[in-house]
């Protein structure tokens, strides 16, 4: 291998397009367990507020579970152990529909749902009690309150701490590489094993990761000054 | 399904804990203990290096070490391992161990986190500390050492604890790299009866799960013994929850 070369990486029409599928399954897999983190976030947080005992500790339990058990671990029990028990027709048809990025999706999206709702619930019981009582008093209903009273502070008060999840959330999209999905990761390591440039292939990849980040973490701060002007605090 | 779980547990306990096999002296969990407690107790005098570069004004110590800081929170820490894994017998010209290779991105990584952990703890003693050391005469370092650090480490100690409990979860990611800790041995338990890869994975979750939530708990149960302390004590401010509570009724 000769000296640094990183042109060498880029403009090779093979490596480039390894790359750019990389990428994008990334952000498929970001994206996708993202959404339905925050979905089942919201939903884990109705649940939660409730006025059930035992939902509460339902939720607590899977709370508990997600936070307590490593992502690689849950990946591999979703991708390995859970696959396994689903009827056989299913299996067949999931693994002609990428299972491996499907249940990379599913597991990162579960885990990180406990996070959002942890951090969704923290944002609401620092709104003090008041505002709700007030609102309940002005004639909202209790979803009114929820709507226009209560979420908008709750997800101003959740802001950094959701940002802080949304990257690590994009930062553990890497993990689906152990188990065989096509993203950066894998990309780089394939482009490394055939071309032996192994310090620009893991820089291109590690100043992806890392513009991508910022670019989470600025968007956020942006989020969070907008939010503070609207409301004034 | 239970009989299964009872019987792999049974004939692997010894690969699962402390067992040995040909890939490396120790196994399973013990490994997985050890390389998180070198992790984190040598991760953390560089955090406090990097917490007081972190809050100097010169720029030589402020940009490498926000730079380090910057890299740590956004690449994933599977890219740092695989950069070490491949970066470090290129500039060496020898091969390491998996286990010294994941020891030393973790050393690295955690360092960046707990520095911040360790400026906020800092930040959050008050400045009048710091003035009274000075003119008491003690100099910038020794003043760091003997009245502030004491002082921010009391309040960083569950923070430090819930970071040991999140160094467990992240030691999974040697399996990667062929370090035989805890997953590595499940794995290898798995390959062993291919026909139980979900009894496998189970009762990796719940090992995992065991020792995570005993000491997240811990970290909860010290926090708030620590705020309970320092409610009793009149120096330092209460936290919000630990204010006392007016009975006057409200207008």
């Known amino acids: 291998m000769g000296g640094f070369d990183l042109v060498a990486i880029l403009t090779n029409p093979n490596f480039g397009l390894m790359l750019l599928h990389g990428l994008e399954m990334t952000f498929v897999i970001a994206t996708g367990s993202w959404l339905l983190a925050m979905t089942l976030a919201i939903l884990l947080l109705i649940i939660r507020l409730s006025p059930s005992r035992l939902a509460d500790r339902a939720v607590a339990a899977y709370v ?20 396994s028990l689903l009827p056989e027709g299913l299996q067949y048809w999931l693994s002609d529909h990428n299972a491996e990025a499907t249940f990379a999706i599913v597991a990162l999206g579960l885990c990180q749902a406990a996070y959002f709702s942890e951090d969704l ?21 209790f979803f009114g309150t929820m709507r226009y009273v209560l979420m908008p502070q709750a997800f101003r008060n959740a802001l950094p ?72 605090r | 399904m239970l009989w299964d779980i009872l019987s792999i547990i049974q004939d692997n306990w010894l690969l699962l804990l402390i067992g040995q096999y040909p ?36 720029p030589f110590l402020l940009w490498p070490s926000t730079a380090l800081v910057y890299i740590a929170r956004g690449v994933p820490l599977l890219m740092l391992i695989l950069w070490v894994y491949f970066m470090v017998p290129l500039l060496l010209g020898a091969n390491i161990p998996g286990f010294v290779t994941m020891l030393v991105t973790l050393v690295l990584y955690e360092a960046a986190f707990l520095s911040e952990v360790v400026r906020a703890g800092i930040v959050a003693v008050g400045r009048g500390q710091m003035d009274a050391a000075r003119a008491l005469g003690h100099s910038y370092l020794g003043a760091m050492w003997y009245v502030i650090l004491p002082q921010a480490l009391y309040n960083m100690l569950p923070s430090i604890l819930s970071q040991f409990v999140s160094t467990i979860k992240e030691t999974t990611l040697g399996y990667v790299i062929n370090v035989p800790e805890l997953t590595f041995a ?7 009866l291919l026909s139980k890869p979900f009894e496998v994975f189970f009762i990796l979750a719940i090992i995992y799960y065991l020792v995570c939530w005993t000491l997240t708990h811990a970290a909860t149960v010290l926090e708030r013994r620590i705020a309970r302390k ?13 204010q006392p509570q007016t009975l006057t009724a409200e207008p």
Do not use: D
């Open chain 2, 23 to 58: 890939n490396g002296p120790l196994g399973g969990l013990a490994a997985t203990l050890i390389l998180s407690v070198l992790s984190i107790a040598l991760a953390f005098p560089l955090s406090v290096l990097l917490a007081l570069a972190r809050l100097s004004r010169s």
């Open chain 2, 186 to 192: 499940a794995n290898q338990i798995n390959n062993r």
């Open chain 2, 230 to 242: 320092r409610a009793g004590t009149t120096t330092g401010p209460l936290p919000v929850t630990m």
């Open chain 1, 161 to 232: 701490a959701l940002i802080n999840h949304s990257v690590s959330l994009f930062k553990n999209s890497s993990l689906a590489m152990a188990i065989g999905v096509a993203e950066l990761t894998h990309a780089v390591k394939e482009i490394e094993s055939q071309s032996f440039r192994t310090f620009e292939a893991y820089l291109i990849a590690t100043i992806a990761y890392l513009i991508c980040s910022l670019l989470i973490m600025s968007v956020g701060a942006a989020l969070g000054r907008k939010a503070a002007l609207s409301g004034g």
């Open chain 1, 121 to 141: 619930r923290s944002g609401i019981r620092s709104v003090p009690a008041g505002q709700s009582e007030a609102a309940r008093a002005l004639g909202h209903s």
């Open chain 1, 64 to 83: 508990s579970y997600h936070r307590n058990v490593p992502t690689l671990v849950q990946l591999m029990l979703w991708y390995f152990g859970i696959s």
